[in-house]
């Protein structure tokens, strides 16, 4: 039976019992890392509903929700097919800015067409069981299809007019598509919920309609800024070269052209580290840490942290931390470096604590919270 509101706000205060805890060093105070749940595949994205309860996917194509006691529920139904091959399978999870009314859920996800595959955005309304997504429809497909294993993006991320940003991968052999704008390859685009191309986007000439912008090779973290309402973004490069941007409608971020990476065999990529007419990145990461899911800070437990964007590392194992000033990054701090597993996602839970899933065949959802 689904929750009321009374519930939920009950629940989004428990603190389930750790199955596991570790200690960790911060600026903020010794840190207390513990298991909310395990027995995830490889979980990918992560989001909390009102009642304090969490939707998660799983990357072979399951999507559970988990409640404040860490128990899983059974996969739920009317889930699309997904392609769980490489880095392909079931990605991000969103809730409708107006889930409250609609109980909108959006999925992104590596979809099986003929000839290859492709990022797609589908949404469906979560039945007040928890058991199901009913009325699942596609919204938004990457095109051109590509038969390739790597680089789909892609994170979720709700802008204040209602936008949906997608983050979208360059798929990795077609790397200089990311400079195609006619094409969703190495993109960030951004759509209304039904999949239309918002009348504010670019449409610049030449330039798909759901387009944003370009030259972007595979971002796997995004979130709003708090006080700005801007996208950042997290951004893999090859070897080194990982990227923190700003995307802004209409701008040329870059890839292959420019980078501060090289190829995985040494070879030089692209032109250098700048060219007139492309953006440079607010920060970037050399050598790589490979990051994942992003969040901004705006809690009331770790007040010299609001405003921090963390960034879960899957190379690193780590979540890094990123102080910012209006659209600049001043400093890096890294926590949780002997964690031992790869960071997918970061969020900020209704209980002002950080929630981590972990990307391992036997995946957990950590909470991080102070040790006192």
Do not use: C
């Amino acid at each position: 039976m689904a929750l009321g509101l009374g519930a939920g706000l009950a629940l989004a205060g428990v603190i389930a019992p750790a199955t596991a805890q570790k200690r960790f060093p911060s600026s903020a105070g010794e840190l207390a890392v513990e298991t909310v749940a395990g027995g995830l595949e490889h979980p990918w994205g992560l989001a909390f509903l009102p009642d304090g309860r969490m939707l998660v996917t799983e990357r072979p194509g399951r999507l559970r929700i988990v409640d404040a006691k860490g128990e899983l529920s059974r996969p739920l139904s009317g889930i699309p097919s997904v392609m769980a091959r490489g880095q392909g399978g079931l990605l991000d999870v969103a809730l409708d800015p107006g889930f409250a009314e609609n109980r909108l859920v959006y999925l992104s996800y590596a979809e099986p067409r003929p000839g290859g595959n492709g990022t797609s955005v589908a949404r469906g309304r979560l039945n007040e069981q928890g058991t199901a997504l009913t009325g699942v429809e596609v919204v938004f497909r990457q095109m051109p299809t590509v038969s390739s294993n790597l680089h789909f993006g892609s994170r979720l991320v709700f802008d204040r007019t209602g936008a949906l940003f997608v983050t979208v991968g360059e798929r990795y052999t077609q790397r200089d598509q990311a400079q195609n704008p006619a094409n969703h390859l190495g993109k960030i685009i951004r759509i209304r919920p039904d999949g239309s191309a918002p009348a504010d986007n670019p449409k610049k000439p030449g330039w798909a309609p759901e387009v944003w912008s370009i030259g972007h090779r595979n971002v796997q973290g995004a979130a709003l800024h708090p006080d700005t309402g801007q996208l950042w973004t997290a951004e893999h490069g090859a070897r080194g070269g990982d990227e923190i941007n700003t995307p802004k409608a209409g701008l040329n971020y870059g890839w292959p052209v420019i980078t501060y990476g090289v190829d995985y065999s040494g070879a030089k990529i692209g032109e250098g580290t700048a060219k007139p007419g492309m953006e440079q990145p607010l920060f970037y990461w050399d050598p790589s840490i490979a990051p994942s899911g992003a969040a901004f800070y705006t809690g009331p437990v770790w007040p010299a942290w609001r405003n921090s964007l963390f960034v879960g590392a899957l190379a690193g194992s780590m979540l890094v931390r990123l102080s910012t000033q209006g659209e600049k990054v001043t400093g890096e701090e890294r926590l949780l470096t002997n964690i031992g597993a790869r960071i997918r996602d970061v969020r900020q839970g209704p209980d002002g604590f950080l929630y981590l899933l972990t990307d391992e065949t036997d995946g957990q959802i950590l909470r991080v919270r102070p040790a006192k």
